[in-house]
């Protein structure tokens, strides 16, 4: 691979499609086209599309996503374009349905060209700024961690609350809920497309909607074991912190 290269990656739920670009040594598009062996249904064919020579290729792929009533593959629909002698450009997209698979194959033989005005990129993006963008994409669970921990802050931390010691019991529990809510690391994933670290609570809005449109209980398990289970180990962890502090500030204050 030369120095100008990037890639894009689009997602909506099971859907998927990535865009990438690459600079590099002298090639034919044949060369780059390589037919697997394990995928269901391979055909490709090769046309001139917005004046360059393009392989549009489609199969179904040997992986499987797990539906509400049954597991199926997804249906792959693959464009490769050789733009110049070093330039290729690579559209693959994956659906749910076949129906879909060739919508996609359709758009590929509507495709433009712009010629650019702009220099490429010479890398791809960071890993913290793709953790950034992979975040922000998901608003209404992020946003919901964010209210549990500010208002979760302002009701455990307001002068008000303070009336009540750390000795007594509620006040520890309410301390440790807060700390293993907002603390507690997991992951952040669909369990096909992406996994990157997150906060478990963060994860566990995230995933939540799926039990609605995929089957209940095998997600339910994950949830409980990606996100309940490690948030309750916190919880015990932080409430057991705060009894020994507790203690430990009693016995000073009975020596005083």
Not at 149 to 169: M, S, V, W
Request: hydrophobic residues 45%; aromatic residues 16%; glycine residues 4%.
């Amino acid at each position: 691979m030369g120095n100008d290269w990037f890639e894009h990656i689009y997602r909506r739920r099971f859907d998927s499609v990535i865009i990438f670009f690459t600079r590099e040594g002298d090639a034919t598009l044949r060369n780059k086209t390589i037919r697997p062996g394990d995928y269901e249904g391979y055909a490709d064919c090769t046309e001139t599309i917005a004046g360059h020579i393009a392989v549009i290729s489609s199969y179904r792929d040997s992986a499987s996503i797990a539906g509400r009533k049954r597991h199926f593959r997804p249906y792959v629909a693959e464009a490769r374009w050789q733009l110049s002698v070093r330039e290729f450009l690579r559209i693959e997209a994956s659906t749910a349905d076949r129906r879909a698979q060739e919508e996609v194959i359709a758009a590929f033989r509507t495709v433009q060209f712009v010629p650019r005005s702009f220099p490429l990129p010479a890398k791809q993006p960071s890993a913290f700024i793709e953790y950034v963008q992979l975040v922000t994409s998901l608003p209404v669970p992020l946003t919901a961690y964010l209210l549990v921990i500010g208002g979760g802050g302002y009701l455990l931390f307001r002068c008000k609350a303070h009336e009540l010691p750390i000795t007594t019991r509620r006040r520890r529990a309410y301390i440790a809920a807060y700390f293993a809510l907002v603390l507690t690391p997991s992951m952040l994933t669909d369990f096909f497309l992406f996994a990157a670290p997150a906060p478990a609570l963060l994860g566990f809005f995230a995933l939540l909607p799926s039990v609605f449109y995929v089957d209940v209980w095998p997600t339910a398990y994950a949830i409980s074991l990606l996100y309940i289970l490690p948030i309750l180990i916190s919880f015990i962890i932080f409430y057991f912190g705060l009894t020994l502090y507790a203690r430990r500030r009693s016995r000073r204050a009975s020596q005083d």
